[in-house]
């Protein structure tokens, strides 16, 4: 029977040298390929410093600790995500606060997010679910509306004078909006490089900044750093210079720093990212185009106003629920192809249950999720898997609907 598999991680003999270079040169953790990758990943992005860490999550968490983020404050984001665009709020010690996504998108709902703002939101998390780009201008828009009501406790945020808007782009490396990329139109954006994302270095992540006004990105760069590594106030590859091995600790801060072997994997995907995200466009137009005539609905990654970095195959069986969705799964993974479903809205999860919220109160990330299945989408899938993916998913529609 033919296997296809999720979401495979795609390395070449290009990754496999950069990890060994990493490795053979002795250094191994943080270092001069991390400080390259950084380099590269502000490049693509068209900002002037990145910083990449252990994982999107401490990313995201870092920008909300760099705007002094904290108890007595608020974070607005989406319910329809993953736990992690939400836990680092919780992290942080700030009160959570969910949206709806709207009534025909995955996108949040934003005349919901403009009445939920109070005079203690210090940050929107946006989610650019899938490899979209959100609306920024809307979301933009709104803080901007906001402004007078917003009361600032740190320089930064005194700086922005407003919301931050910290978008969640783990999903969207390589995307465009507006004729922008994506990493530079948040104030701050928090790339994942997890090993089913696009451009993978196992685990890791970037986080990357719109210049403030007022603010030195240099500034932002070594706060960071210290927070990212206990504090301390040199990285090893700075105590490795002559007579320089005395640091200091200035805060008991944290420890989520990138290394030079995932660095040096990361350098080689980013060699060949440009073809991935063609291929991955070649796979959902032959997905799109099979798809036409069923009774499903997709989730569009390229228009005027953006293309996606076509991280996932979004798809919604209209007129199943739960039982059906379940049924066409199985028999999705009988005919030895893997689906996933993207995602169990948050309210749904106990944790957050445990923090009051109830999938009542957010009506259309219910409707949205219970006919969700997300197909296999990644740069290893030939012609003819795509084929008989299609094949198969099309029959079992037309068999459970």
């Known amino acids: 029977m033919k296997k296809v598999h999720f979401s495979p991680p795609d390395m070449s003999e290009a990754e496999i ?3 060994i270079e990493a490795i053979q040169s002795g250094w ?4 001069p390929k991390t400080k390259e990758f950084e380099k590269r990943i502000a490049e693509y992005c068209g900002v002037k410093r990145a910083v990449c860490l ?11 600790r760099i705007l002094g983020i904290g108890p007595g404050d608020e974070v607005i984001t989406t319910a329809y995500t993953y ?20 009534t025909e998108s995955f996108e949040m709902n934003y005349e919901d997010l403009e009445t939920i703002i109070t005079e203690k939101t210090k940050a929107i998390i946006s989610v650019d679910l899938g ?9 933009f828009e709104i803080v901007e509306r906001k402004k007078n009501i917003f009361h600032p406790s740190n320089h930064i945020q005194e700086a922005l004078g407003r919301i931050a808007v910290c978008a969640d782009t783990a999903h969207a490396f390589g995307a465009v909006w507006h004729k922008k990329r994506v990493g530079s ?13 696009n ?3 196992a685990e890791g992540g970037a986080l990357t900044w719109r210049t403030i006004q007022g603010v030195n990105d240099d500034e932002i760069y070594q706060r960071i750093q210290l927070l990212s590594l206990h504090g301390q106030s040199k990285d090893a590859l700075a105590k490795t210079q002559l007579g320089a091995w005395e640091y200091d600790i200035v805060a008991p801060w944290y420890k989520c720093n990138m290394t030079d072997i995932m660095a040096g994997i990361g350098l080689a995907q980013l060699e060949r990212y440009e073809k991935m995200l063609k291929r991955r466009k070649e796979i959902i137009k032959k997905y799109n185009d099979a798809l036409k005539t069923s009774k499903v609905e997709v989730l569009p990654h390229y228009t005027k106003e953006y293309s996606s970095s076509g991280h996932l195959y979004i798809t919604r069986v209209i007129g199943a629920d739960l039982m059906k969705r379940q049924k066409i799964m199985i028999k999705m993974a009988e005919a030895g192809i893997i689906c996933n479903v993207h995602y169990k809205p948050l309210p749904l999860m106990s944790a957050y249950k445990n923090l009051g919220f109830d999938i009542k109160d957010y009506s259309n990330c219910y409707t949205h999720f219970e006919n969700e299945i997300t197909l296999p989408l990644h740069t290893l899938l030939s012609d003819e898997d795509i084929d008989y993916v299609m094949d198969i998913y099309c029959k079992i529609i037309k068999e459970y609907i």
């Open 83 to 102: 736990t992690a665009t939400a836990s680092v709020v919780c992290h942080v010690g700030a009160k959570l606060k969910l949206v709806d996504i709207q």
């Open 199 to 201: 451009l993978t270095t």
């Open 17 to 19: 040298n950069g990890a």
């Open 185 to 197: 139109i948040a104030d701050f954006s928090s790339f994942s490089f997890h090993a089913v994302k």
């Open 28 to 31: 191994i953790t943080t270092g």
């Open 131 to 139: 490899g979209v780009p959100c609306d920024y201008e809307k979301i």
């Open 54 to 64: 252990s994982s999107q999550t401490a990313c995201a968490e870092m920008a909300l």
